[in-house]
């Protein structure tokens, strides 16, 4: 069974599943609110809020949902999602898409164990790590 990253946002779900799904092109972008859920599940009524999303890139699957008014939480806040890539133009270019609007916590080099290698904190919160680990690894 695969382990798969579910990641928690405070109202900003579908925007950020839908940025996403449009970076990694994923073209099964799936999202319920919570207004869908069964009356008897007792959740809130509230369209605006995502109560599952997912979609699959590279054969694995992310998954996301807006948090419910009252939960707390501080989104992403401890976890990065790692992302290996087969070229350094290919890292590059997904590093500067998840870059808009967000904070660089490494810039994107050369490191000692790839050719290039990044992180950083995307504007929803949701931190990232983007490495080359194809037939660009080779530092040579």
């Known amino acids: 069974m695969p382990i798969i990253p579910y990641l928690h946002f405070k ?9 996403y799904a449009d ?11 919570f207004s869908e859920a069964p009356p008897d599940m007792g959740m809130p009524n509230d369209p605006s809020r995502v109560l599952n999303s ?3 890139v590279g054969g694995h699957r992310l998954m996301a949902s807006d948090y419910q008014d009252d939960a707390q939480g501080d989104a992403q806040k401890g976890v ?4 290996d890539v087969d070229t350094v133009q290919g890292a590059q270019t997904l590093f500067d898409r998840l870059l808009e609007g967000g ?18 904190r ?3 919160g949701t ?3 983007i490495s080359v680990t194809g037939p660009d690894l080779s530092r040579s």
């Open 80 to 83: 990065s999602i790692s992302y």
């Open 11 to 19: 109202g900003t779900c579908a925007e950020a599943m839908t940025f």
């Open 127 to 129: 931190h990232w790590m």
């Open 23 to 33: 970076v990694f092109g994923a073209d099964d972008l799936h999202m319920s609110t």
């Open 122 to 124: 995307d504007r929803f």
């Open 103 to 120: 904070d660089i916590v490494m810039p994107f080099m050369p490191t000692f164990w790839s050719k290039g290698f990044g992180m950083l």
């Open 54 to 56: 997912s979609f699959t």
